[in-house]
C-alpha cells in the first residue's frame, strides 16, 4: 500500500541525494534525518559534493536530525523505531573498510531494523557504474533495462554497493517486503552548469533538481509487482542506451529537465 502520510528515516540524509531526498518530502511526512555528522556540522564545512549539489537545512519540529553511523546497528534499529518506512541513501566511495562498512552491512543494518520494527516500506539507493574499464559493464549497449543485472567488476564503490543490494533483495523477498532500489550514474544542475552548449551529456545522468521527487512517487506508489524493485533514475534522453519507462509506468514519475542545451550543437 501506498504511504501518503507518516514517519520517514533517511539514512544518509547529510549527502546531495539524501538533501534532495529531505526537500521533496519535508511537507508531506514527519522525518527522521539521520548521519554520521550532525547538521551543523556539515553546514558549517559549506563543501556540497559538486557545483549544484544540494545541501541539508536545519530540521524544524516535527522533523529532527539524529547522528548515526549506519554501520552500527543498535544506532540504526533505534533511529528506525516507529517509523513507517526507511530511506538509505548512505555511501562511502574510496575506503576500504570504511567503504564496506558503510555500503555493505550499513545495508544489512537497515534491513534487519525494518524487519526488527515491522516496517514493510523500504527504499534503497546504489550507483548503476556503466564504464568500469569494460569489466562486463554495458557501455556499448542499448535499450538496457532496469533490471539488468549489475556488474561491480573489482572496483571498490560499485562492489560494495553492489554486495549490499544483493542483500536488500535477501531481506525483500524472504520477509515479503516491499522495497525499491534507485540506481543512479550522473549528476548535474538542471541548467547544465558549466558544461559548454553541445558538449554532451552522460546517458545516465539526472538533474539534481528532479533527484528528490522519485522518493515522493516510491513512498506513495502502491505495491509493486515484485518484492525489489529497481529503477535507473535519469532524465529523458537520446541516447538509447537507459530510459525512464519503467519509473513512469509503476511510480508515476517523469523527470523536468533534460538538458536540451548540452544536447544541441548551434
Given at each position: 500500500?501506498?504511504?501518503?502520510?507518516?514517519?520517514?528515516?533517511?539514512?544518509?540524509?547529510?549527502?546531495?541525494?539524501?538533501?534532495?531526498?529531505?526537500?521533496?518530502?519535508?511537507?508531506?511526512?514527519?522525518?527522521?534525518?539521520?548521519?554520521?555528522?550532525?547538521?551543523?556540522?556539515?553546514?558549517?564545512?559549506?563543501?556540497?559534493?559538486?557545483?549544484g549539489?544540494?545541501?541539508?537545512?536545519?530540521?524544524?519540529?516535527?522533523?529532527?536530525?539524529?547522528?548515526?553511523?549506519?554501520?552500527?546497528?543498535?544506532?540504526?534499529?533505534?533511529?528506525?523505531?516507529?517509523?513507517?518506512?526507511?530511506?538509505?541513501v548512505?555511501?562511502?566511495?574510496?575506503?576500504?573498510?570504511?567503504?564496506?562498512?558503510v555500503?555493505?552491512?550499513?545495508?544489512?543494518?537497515?534491513m534487519?531494523?525494518?524487519v526488527?520494527?515491522?516496517?514493510?516500506?523500504v527504499?534503497?539507493?546504489?550507483?548503476?557504474?556503466?564504464?568500469?574499464?569494460?569489466?562486463?559493464?554495458?557501455?556499448?549497449?542499448?535499450?538496457?533495462?532496469?533490471?539488468?543485472?549489475?556488474?561491480?567488476?573489482?572496483?571498490?564503490?560499485?562492489?560494495?554497493?553492489?554486495?549490499?543490494?544483493?542483500?536488500?533483495?535477501?531481506?525483500?523477498?524472504?520477509?515479503?517486503?516491499?522495497?525499491?532500489?534507485?540506481?543512479?550514474?550522473?549528476?548535474?544542475?538542471?541548467?547544465?552548469?558549466?558544461?559548454?552548449d553541445?558538449?554532451?551529456?552522460?546517458?545516465?545522468?539526472?538533474?539534481?533538481?528532479?533527484?528528490?521527487?522519485?522518493?515522493?512517487?516510491?513512498?506513495?506508489?502502491?505495491?509493486?509487482?515484485?518484492?525489489?524493485?529497481?529503477?535507473?533514475?535519469?532524465?529523458?534522453?537520446?541516447?538509447?542506451?537507459?530510459?525512464?519507462?519503467?519509473?513512469?509506468?509503476?511510480?508515476?514519475?517523469?523527470?523536468?529537465?533534460?538538458?536540451?542545451?548540452?544536447?544541441?550543437?548551434?
Open positions: 500500500m501506498g504511504l501518503d502520510t507518516g514517519k520517514v528515516c533517511i539514512f544518509g540524509a547529510g549527502g546531495p541525494v539524501g538533501a534532495a531526498a529531505q526537500h521533496a518530502l519535508e511537507d508531506h511526512y514527519v522525518l527522521r534525518l539521520t548521519d554520521i555528522r550532525m547538521v551543523d556540522e556539515i553546514l558549517e564545512a559549506g563543501e556540497p559534493q559538486s557545483k549539489a544540494p545541501m541539508p537545512t536545519r530540521p524544524e519540529s516535527p522533523h529532527e536530525w539524529r547522528r548515526v553511523d549506519v554501520g552500527n546497528y543498535e544506532e540504526v534499529l533505534s533511529a528506525a523505531e516507529g517509523m513507517d518506512a526507511l530511506i538509505n548512505s555511501v562511502l566511495r574510496h575506503d576500504l573498510v570504511p567503504a564496506f562498512h555500503n555493505t552491512i550499513g545495508a544489512y543494518n537497515v534487519k531494523a525494518a526488527a520494527c515491522g516496517i514493510r516500506k527504499i534503497h539507493t546504489g550507483p548503476r557504474h556503466t564504464r568500469l574499464g569494460f569489466e562486463g559493464d554495458y557501455w556499448g549497449d542499448f535499450r538496457v533495462p532496469d533490471e539488468a543485472p549489475l556488474h561491480p567488476g573489482s572496483d571498490l564503490y560499485a562492489l560494495t554497493k553492489c554486495l549490499g543490494g544483493e542483500i536488500v533483495q535477501t531481506f525483500a523477498e524472504h520477509y515479503d517486503l516491499e522495497v525499491i532500489t534507485f540506481l543512479y550514474c550522473s549528476f548535474l544542475p538542471a541548467d547544465g552548469g558549466n558544461s559548454a553541445g558538449s554532451g551529456v552522460h546517458p545516465l545522468a539526472i538533474a539534481w533538481e528532479d533527484t528528490g521527487e522519485p522518493f515522493f512517487h516510491a513512498l506513495r506508489a502502491d505495491r509493486m509487482p515484485n518484492n525489489y524493485e529497481v529503477f535507473d533514475i535519469l532524465a529523458d534522453l537520446p541516447h538509447g542506451k537507459f530510459g525512464t519507462h519503467k519509473a513512469t509506468r509503476l511510480l508515476g514519475w517523469k523527470p523536468k529537465h533534460s538538458f536540451d542545451r548540452l544536447l544541441r550543437k548551434g
